[in-house]
């Protein structure tokens, strides 16, 4: 069956869920939201980044604006296709128990994986069945793939001989009817974003803001008023249910009020009631940034947070500074909604453009640490992957 026909009603499987509402046992297809996020990707590339960013991005993929949105939207789809596999459906028993005869008997061992892990573990294979290179650190397909495990804010090291290697997916992350049944998600993704190409190169500058807008797309598709209606009065197929989402997602730009704002300059204690003074990271980025940026190259400057509390506290100064730090083309910060700052922000940190070429993401050869959020200058440590604070090898890794 072509992606054509798996776009249809009748078409690819649709039970395996990606949203769950316990009150209500709500269920939202995993596909559907897969296309949610693709979506809204694109009226983000469309409205949110500016047209430095869009060129960055274009650059660092080699291809036109056109075909890089393309890419991007389709990038941003692929994120939670690491919830295609027997450990993350089973942990809602009563909508694993919805899924098919044949992925059930095929589930085998659950071994568990957190989703955004195996997200980049299968996705580097099946990237590389659509034509991305599949080689050393840099290569398009490692840094893809670590774009669809860093959606949630941190870029993940990728083991390509190990833990992401084919027998160890096919022994961990479900039978052939769980690979068969990604492999028919991607292509239908791949046709439905209208994506045409593999890139020839993925840089770590593109791979840095495709990760920003994917993390903006997916808080914006998992709002439960973004999705619950639509599992209420699901789509009758993939194809009918991309059209819906292309429209849903212009409205809820529209409606979140995504704009770009000027921002006062106060003290630093002021902006963080209770901080005496900054921490080692935030005294770094006040005293480097300006003369950084003055240098060149591609900043990215998020505020996502796993569960949503003490983003601000990561933060450096009050903002301003930044701002004031990118006052050229395409260097204004952008936030959600009123640009009000208080705790639990819901709305994405701003992509911003321009950083040098290392990065300051702790000691050399320290442990990796989960980041403050605030400002990450993700850049290509030896070996190429974007895994900054720690030697990158392809078999290093251990899972955590």
Not at 270 to 293: I, M
Not at 311 to 324: H, I, N, P, V
Request: net charge positive.
């Amino acid at each position: 069956m072509g992606v054509v026909e798996d776009g249809r009603y009748d078409g690819v499987d649709r039970r395996p869920w990606g949203k769950f509402d316990r009150a209500t046992l709500r269920v939202y297809a995993l596909l559907f939201h897969l296309i949610d996020v693709g979506s809204v990707a694109g009226v983000l590339w469309d409205r949110f980044l500016t047209l430095s960013q869009r060129e960055v991005i274009s650059a660092g993929l080699n291809m036109s604006q056109e075909r890089a949105r393309s890419l991007v939207c389709f990038l941003a789809a692929m994120h939670d296709i690491g919830k295609l596999i027997p450990h993350f459906q089973s942990l809602e028993p009563a909508a694993y128990m919805r899924l098919g005869e044949d992925l059930l008997a095929d589930a085998g061992a659950v071994v568990q994986v957190p989703h955004a892990r195996a997200s980049m573990h299968v996705g580097l294979h099946l990237l590389g069945e659509l034509g991305f290179a599949v080689g050393g650190n840099d290569s398009p397909a490692v840094r893809a793939a670590q774009c669809l495990g860093g959606h949630h804010g941190r870029f993940l090291q990728l083991d390509v001989d190990g833990a992401a290697s084919v027998q160890r997916v096919e022994a961990t992350l479900g039978g052939p009817a769980w690979q068969d049944l990604r492999c028919r998600y991607a292509r239908l993704l791949w046709h439905l974003f209208g994506v045409d190409e593999a890139p020839g190169q993925v840089s770590v500058e593109a791979a840095v803001l495709v990760t920003g807008v994917t993390m903006v797309a997916d808080r914006v598709a998992s709002q439960r008023r973004y999705w619950v209606p639509n599992a209420d009065t699901p789509s009758f197929g993939a194809a009918e249910h991309h059209s819906r989402a292309r429209r849903q997602a212009e409205e809820e730009v529209e409606r979140l009020g995504l704009a770009r704002f000027s921002l006062d300059r106060i003290p630093f204690v002021t902006a963080h009631a209770g901080l005496k003074e900054p921490n080692a990271l935030q005294k770094t980025v006040l005293e480097e940034l300006p003369r950084l940026v003055a240098e060149g190259g591609e900043w990215y400057r998020g505020g996502h947070g796993h569960d949503g509390r003490g983003q601000e506290r990561g933060r450096f100064g009050d903002g301003a500074d930044l701002q004031r730090a990118l006052r050229h083309p395409g260097g204004d910060v952008a936030a959600a909604g009123d640009g009000r700052r208080r705790p639990g922000l819901r709305g994405p940190g701003p992509v911003c453009a321009r950083p040098p070429a290392r990065v300051r993401a702790g000691d050399a050869g320290a442990p990796p640490q989960r980041p403050q959020r605030g400002l990450h200058r993700p850049a290509p440590v030896p070996g190429g992957q974007l895994c900054p604070g720690r030697t990158a090898r392809r078999s290093v890794h251990r899972r955590r």
